[in-house]
């Protein structure tokens, strides 16, 4: 059983930074499709960041890019999303989700994957 525990939310003013960490657990880390999500009440959970096993591959969503960057550290079972530039609209419950190293489930779609964190607020205020 995978567990997936995330911290670092928070609230912050426009254009400011956040980093959000995930710790997994009970795993194979180093086997694992990372990813992270977001989501709006109200609204479907929408793709963030995505890197693979190895930390070489990564994909981001149009909204965020050039603004976030997602990593890991496989020695500490840990990834994060490093988000700059904040804007209100990011504003949302932050999930992170892990998955299987191959898949023909597109990396966008939840369905891809089969664990996830509780999630972790943040809000950027105007």
């Known amino acids: 059983q995978v567990r997936m525990v995330e911290s670092g939310g928070g609230e912050v003013q426009t254009g400011g930074s956040l980093r959000v960490s995930c710790v997994v657990s009970?795993?194979?880390?180093?086997?694992?499709?990372l990813a992270w999500f977001r989501q709006v009440p109200g609204e479907e959970r929408e793709f963030v960041a995505y890197?693979?096993?190895?930390?070489?591959?990564?994909n981001y969503a149009e909204s965020v890019k050039g603004r976030f960057t997602i990593s890991r550290d496989n020695a500490e079972n840990t990834f994060f999303l490093q988000m700059n530039g904040l804007k209100p609209e990011d504003t949302a419950i932050y999930y992170c989700?892990?998955?299987?190293?191959?898949?023909?489930?597109?990396?966008?779609?939840?369905?891809?994957?089969?664990?996830w964190g509780q999630g972790t607020q943040v809000t950027v205020s105007s």
């Open positions: 009970g795993g194979t880390f180093d086997r694992l499709s």
């Open positions: 989700a892990a998955g299987p190293a191959l898949s023909r489930v597109p990396i966008a779609l939840p369905s891809r994957y089969d664990d």
């Open positions: 890197i693979n096993w190895s930390g070489l591959g990564t």
